[in-house]
């Protein structure tokens, strides 16, 4: 079974911070790059931030540089979004994907990313 499973979102006050995990299982995630993806209600679905395989490149869209930051344990087959400074419009579903090492570039692009988890909740709000 080939599986990816966020969890750690949840209710936070704007300023507040919020640490997000993404589990592998059925699959190393040591030759897979991890992209994170959030979605509003009424919007798209959007990149949030991307991290290589190797941990050599990360890339973060430009609405949360600065304030998330995305790491990877490999020993525990496991993906982190670190959110600081949490604002009310980073309320979304957050949903972690992986992306073959050979497309990372392209790591923001749903078509490019082979497994999906299935969403963890954040709110922020006051």
């Known amino acids: 079974q080939l599986q990816l499973v966020e969890s750690g979102g949840g209710l936070v006050q704007p300023g507040g911070s919020l640490r997000l995990s993404c589990a592998a299982s059925?699959?190393?995630?040591?030759?897979?790059?991890i992209g994170w993806f959030r979605q509003a209600p009424g919007k798209e679905r959007e990149g949030v931030s991307c991290?290589?395989?190797?941990?050599?490149?990360?890339k973060y869209a430009d609405s949360v540089k600065g304030r998330f930051t995305i790491s990877r344990d490999n020993a525990k087959n496991t993906v982190y979004l670190q959110m600081n400074s949490l604002k009310p419009e980073d309320t979304a579903v957050y949903y972690c994907?992986?992306?073959?090492?050979?497309?990372?570039?392209?790591?923001?692009?749903?078509?490019?990313?082979?497994?999906w988890g299935q969403g963890t909740q954040v709110t922020v709000s006051s």
């Open positions: 994907a992986s992306v073959r090492v050979s497309r990372f570039n392209l790591c923001f692009l749903e078509a490019a990313n082979d497994y």
């Open positions: 991290i290589s395989s190797s941990t050599v490149y990360t």
């Open positions: 059925g699959f190393n995630l040591d030759y897979y790059g």
